[in-house]
């Protein structure tokens, strides 16, 4: 069983920056890839950054610049640090590893003033 637990959410002005966390529980994290998914009201979830094992990265082209994805492996954790925050980017972040079926987190909600 794989549990993944989201933090960092909250309120902020546009420009400014928030850092979600998520700590995934299980021995699989080192060798999945990871992703942060956002859902914003009325809109499908989009996939926003994946990181390989190895550290490889994919983003959807409105982030990228000033997201940045990143793991550690050690602490089976994985981090969206975003920077430059427009009132768009407002969602639910959703954590998520694929694993024989999707897992998802419970989210944390990044509320963008402008």
Sequence with gaps: ??????????LVQAGGSLRLSCAASGNIFSIRVMAWYRQAPGKQRELVASISPSGSTTYVASVKG???????????SVYLQ?????????????????????????????????
Aim: with cysteine.
């Design 1 to 10: 069983q794989v549990q993944l637990v989201e933090s960092g959410g909250g």
């Design 66 to 76: 000033r997201f940045t994805i990143s793991r550690d492996n050690a602490k089976n």
């Design 82 to 114: 975003m920077n430059s925050l427009k009132p768009d980017d407002t969602a639910v972040y959703y954590c998520h590893v694929y694993y024989f079926m999707d897992y998802w987190g419970a989210g944390t909600l990044v509320t963008v003033s402008s």
